[in-house]
């Protein structure tokens, strides 16, 4: 099981970006998907799960109306569209696979993508 994450890089306040992450060793219909962002200093946060069903998706307040997820079952991909970036959006951000295909799951994440850097100029 392997999860690649990508797409980051470097973006002036207000723009946008769209996060990859790739699969391999299992298959997206069975497990959910979150993203997690880690700054400097600071906690690492989940900001989203993407559920199998979008209806039972969580997205954290502070990106709640500007990201998005989707997902492609041909690619195994899952992305996450940023809109409105913030400076303060700036973080590591990395993927995880839950062990159910829903976000409410008590077990978890069982694996793990590196991370791939967003950074949002002012």
């Known amino acids: 099981v392997q999860l690649q994450a990508s797409g980051g890089g470097l973006v002036q306040a207000g723009g946008s970006l769209r996060l990859s992450c790739v699969g391999s060793?299992?298959?997206?219909?069975?497990?959910?998907i979150g993203w997690f962002r880690q700054a400097p200093g600071k906690e690492r946060e989940e900001i989203l799960c993407?559920?199998?069903?979008?209806?039972?998706?969580y997205y954290a307040e502070s990106v709640k109306g500007r990201f998005t997820s989707s997902r492609d079952y041909a690619k195994n991909t899952v992305y996450l569209q940023m809109n409105s970036l913030k400076p303060e959006d700036t973080a590591v951000h990395f993927c995880a696979r839950r062990g159910a295909y829903y976000c409410s799951d008590s077990g978890g994440h069982d694996a793990w993508g590196q991370g791939t850097q967003v950074t949002v100029s002012s």
């Open positions: 993407a559920a199998k069903y979008v209806g039972d998706s």
């Open positions: 060793g299992f298959s997206l219909n069975y497990h959910a």
